[in-house]
């Protein structure tokens, strides 16, 4: 299901000809003279006196509010040198004001340092997210408030520049709602059947994108024994969803590999009550790869995509697996596993060698994977190792360029012998608390065979446990951007 969005325009104009309901002025930070003076008469004496009144400097965070004849301006900090993700931000700030205001006509002044595509590209992109609800599931439906938004300035992209960049943005935002809308619906409605049909339906009628859905006999006959490990706790089918665009003259082909535990107890090594409130979000990496794949074949891009999605609940049922059992995969590697509830490696094994054996040029995982990683680096950055540096630096700059940014973390080599197992190849835990993050990339990399790769843990900034000026609490869709941006380069690059 598609979300509804609001009409954008972009067009040219000085600022002091701007009108609507809502006037949102972008101050950055030392600016605020000159954005006054190019307010006008209309604006510059009352705002300028209300803006001193508060202390009003232009850091990013800082608003003032002015009214006057039932118009209303509001000036948004953007700090010095605003980012990218700044930019997001500030286009869901001006978002939520208009729905705290009531406003239907919207008009927003970027100003010079907003007028650029990748800041124009972000800003439409958070307000567009800002106004994302997840409603299906109320018994009383809500008001849908869909303000108009026309982005004013006088050095805008040409008429033509901004019409594709407004119809890309609306097909990157419909693929972050949706994989927001999978990450949000509770584990009993998104099983891994339901994320098998999702893609399924995704798929039809695109040209050049197949899905193929394999269930618990095939993946037995394949031996993606990790996968179906997992899944001997749980009464839901698993479900392994192959996802394949192959677009005509594609010179590069990128794997994603995406973890979705529809929901994770810990199987016998169960979790805290606490902890297992929010586990439907764990299937937030393959969610944000199917959705990336169908965005990727609706935008055209010249870059064949396949995703490999493994999808099963982590229960202890009776015959769940224990800590101490063996999984043999299907490169020859044995697993021994001794804490259950460190599963998503264990599915993600099965991608990783499927993705390998087609020899991409870069296969890149996603997974909700270590708590570690929520530890060390927050809810706004999700961590990045792997083997191929020039990949991970294409990862990291495209999150810039996304506004979701990453950090590298190390693979050191004297950490590998803690994974060290008496009676298999490897263990699915390091031998202690300490480098969590680090010690599951490590793992994983025992099934990636050579083949360039590298491994997001978005533990953190897949689910927000609080508002966020472009996103409501729940499922962030974090990572589409940021995989549409590194596939949109890659094409042009080949």
């Known amino acids: 299901m598609e979300m509804r969005l609001a009409t954008v325009r972009v067009r040219g104009g000085q ?31 009352r ?59 919207v008009t927003a002044l970027p100003g010079p340092g907003g007028e650029g595509s990748s800041s124009l590209r972000a800003f439409v992109e958070g307000f567009h997210l800002a106004g994302y609800r997840f409603v299906e599931l109320k018994g009383k439906s809500e008001p849908v408030h869909l303000p108009a938004l026309t982005v004013l300035g006088e050095s805008l992209p040409s008429v033509d520049e901004t019409k594709t960049l407004l119809a890309e943005i609306e097909t990157v935002v419909q693929a972050v709602c949706a994989a927001r809308s999978l990450v949000n619906r509770p584990a009993s409605v998104a099983t891994p059947t339901h994320l098998a049909d999702w893609a399924r339906s995704a798929g039809k009628g695109i040209r050049g994108l197949t899905v193929d859905v394999l269930d618990a006999r095939r993946m037995k006959r394949d031996g993606l024994a990790g996968t179906l490990a997992v899944a001997q706790g749980t009464a839901e089918p698993p479900r392994f969803i192959v996802m394949r665009y ?89 697993v021994e596993v001794l804490n259950t509830d460190a599963e998503g490696r264990l599915v993600l094994a099965d991608g990783l060698v499927l993705a390998s054996r087609d020899k991409p040029d870069a296969i890149i995982d996603l997974a909700t994977l270590t708590g570690a990683a929520r530890i060390a680096l927050g809810v706004r950055y999700a961590a990045i190792l792997g083997s191929h540096q020039e990949t991970i630096d294409a990862l990291v700059a495209a999150g810039t360029r996304a ?92």
């Open 15 to 45: 600022p002091g000809a701007a009108t609507g309901d809502l006037i949102v002025a972008v101050v950055i930070e030392g600016g605020l003279a000159g954005t006054l003076r190019a307010l006008g008469k209309r604006w510059s004496a």
């Open 246 to 334: 192959a677009p005509r003259g594609a010179r590069k082909r990128v794997a994603l590999v995406g973890k979705a535990i529809t929901f994770d107890s810990g199987g016998l090594s169960l979790k805290p009550p606490k902890s297992m409130e929010t586990m439907k979000y764990d299937m937030a990496g393959g969610a944000a790869v199917l959705a990336t794949v169908a965005a990727a074949a609706r935008l055209g891009l010249g870059v064949a995509v396949t995703g490999y999605v493994p999808a099963t609940e982590n229960l202890p049922g009776p015959a769940a697996q224990k800590p101490g059992d063996v999984i043999r995969y299907l490169n020859g590697t044995t």
């Open 47 to 105: 705002a300028g006196r209300r803006a001193r009144a508060l202390g009003f400097h232009g850091r990013e965070g800082e608003r003032v509010l002015v009214g006057s004849d039932g118009e209303q301006l509001v000036l948004f900090g953007a700090g010095k040198d605003p980012a990218v993700a700044t930019w997001s931000r500030l286009g869901g700030r001006t978002r939520r004001e208009a729905t705290e205001q009531g406003a239907r006509r």
């Open 403 to 494: 506004g979701e940014s990453l950090w590298q973390l190390p693979m050191p080599a004297e950490y590998r012998d803690s994974l060290r197992s008496t009676v298999a190849d490897v263990r699915n835990i390091g031998m202690g608390p300490e480098g969590g993050t680090i010690t599951a990339a490590i793992f994983l990399e025992h099934f990636v065979n050579g083949v360039p790769w590298a491994h997001l843990d978005i533990a953190g900034p897949a689910f927000a446990e609080q508002d966020w000026p472009d996103c409501p609490r729940g499922g962030s869709g974090f990572g589409v951007r940021l995989l549409l941006s590194y596939l949109r380069e890659l094409g042009a690059e080949s």
